[in-house]
């Protein structure tokens, strides 16, 4: 068991600094969104073009991405994803300097076609390295590497973007701010992607080839679309996406409303990536000792919607902090559906893949919906209604729709 344990130390630990790049390159978001809403006079529905744009690559690029994983193996995807985003990263540049939101946009979406091939691949991969039943464990420590390198990247951007100083004389020279430090991570992409590609460390691995049966009912399946509980999954990993993006970036913009000066609501993001990372250092001690990631999925939906209607009928700090907390009841959803929507698909694996990456969608949607509702009942805090529903089809999935194994 020990040398088991072993050879799977290296790849795993490799996969972990993964993980904390795209978790940089994502949680920087939530400044983006308030420094671009300022730097380009924008309203909340313009603003959250941030997301869109970031996360609408994961529908378009999923299935091209999984051809791509198929023909190339996952260790080639995953170099070749941060090829993708260090290009992303790199318009920024150019963007800074002409002053272009719509230029920023086309960075972000290369960053998110870049992130989808990244994740296509590094995600299965996560769940073959190790036992199906812990694999929920193995996800969490990749959520930890996620959710640490938000809060540096929060920590580090905002105080770049949002810190105080002097006010800039146009759009132009604020921009400037982000240049060196997208230069840097240029630099740094470029640098991960040789690594990945020229280490012995990762080794090559494949998905079960078997015949892929229902183990419940012997009926033998020839087509993804007969496994409801990949189908429905698929919708639930829109549905977290969407809660998790809007928890935690549109918390700044939401202090800002709220009346709380810029420079200590651009801290507000961290409280959010500080509560999944301690759901996620729970769910590495739980689960699957103590809890079960289905028992735990369930528990998650009861609290995400729980949170959100105290955020919604509380007021200043304490509804902030339910925001917060909203990190820590959704925490676990990630490294719980995955199992759960790839139990038994077998070959079908590295597909499935891709259709649960094309439901980070939910991401790019649902707050578009969030800032669209904000502006036109003229409330952020009411708008966090829509958080309800979602959470609700969280729950429905954790308790019913991940058993369904037929139509």
Excluded at 257 to 270: C, M, T, W
Aim: aromatic letters at 14%; charged letters at 10%.
């Amino acid at each position: 068991m020990s040398t088991q344990k072993n050879k799977y130390l290296g790849p795993l630990i490799i996969i972990g600094v993964l993980f904390f790049v795209f978790g940089f390159v994502t949680w920087v978001n939530a400044t983006l969104i308030s420094f671009f809403k300022k730097a380009f006079n924008l309203d909340n529905a313009g603003s959250y073009l941030v997301t869109f744009a970031f996360f609408i690559s994961y529908t378009i690029m999923a299935l091209p991405s999984s051809m791509v994983i198929n023909k190339i193996g996952f260790k080639n995807g995953m170099a070749l994803g941060l090829l993708v985003m260090a290009v992303g990263t790199l318009i920024f540049i150019p963007a800074a300097q002409i002053a272009s939101y719509p230029m920023f946009l086309a960075g972000l979406f290369t960053i998110g076609i870049g992130l989808t091939l990244l994740q296509t691949a590094s995600n299965p991969y996560v769940t073959i390295l190790g036992p199906k039943e812990s694999a929920a464990q193995r996800i969490s420590f990749m959520g930890i590497a996620n959710k640490m390198a938000g809060v540096f990247s929060q920590m580090i951007f905002a105080g770049i973007l949002l810190g105080g100083g002097a006010v800039a004389v146009s759009a132009q020279e604020e921009l400037k701010k982000v240049e060196v430090p997208y230069m840097i991570l240029t630099g740094v992409l470029v640098l991960l992607a040789l690594v990945v590609r020229t280490t012995k460390g990762l080794p090559e691995l494949e998905a079960e080839e078997e015949t892929v049966a229902d183990s419940k009912s012997s009926v033998q399946k020839n087509s993804i679309w007969q496994f409801p509980n990949l189908i429905l999954g698929i919708v639930a990993i829109f549905c977290y996406v969407g809660v998790e993006v809007i928890a935690a970036d549109t918390v700044i913009s939401y202090g800002i409303s709220l009346g709380f000066p810029e420079e200590q609501a651009s801290k507000f993001g961290l409280f959010t990536l500080w509560g999944m990372t301690i759901g996620y250092l729970l769910g590495v001690v739980l689960i699957p000792k103590f809890i079960s990631q289905t028992t735990y999925l369930i528990a998650s939906g009861f609290m995400g919607i729980a949170f959100s209607l105290f955020a919604i009928f509380t007021a200043g700090i304490t509804s902030v902090y339910c925001i917060a907390l909203l990190g820590f009841a959704h925490a676990l959803v990630w490294p719980a559906l995955w199992p759960l929507a790839l139990d038994g698909l077998g070959k079908f694996t590295k597909t499935a893949s891709a259709l649960l990456i094309m439901g980070i969608s939910g991401g790019a949607v649902l707050p578009m919906v969030y800032g669209a509702i904000a502006d036109s009942i003229g409330s952020t805090q009411q708008a966090y209604w829509l958080l309800l529903p979602l959470y609700g089809y969280i729950l429905f999935y954790a308790l019913v729709g991940h058993k369904k194994r037929s139509w």
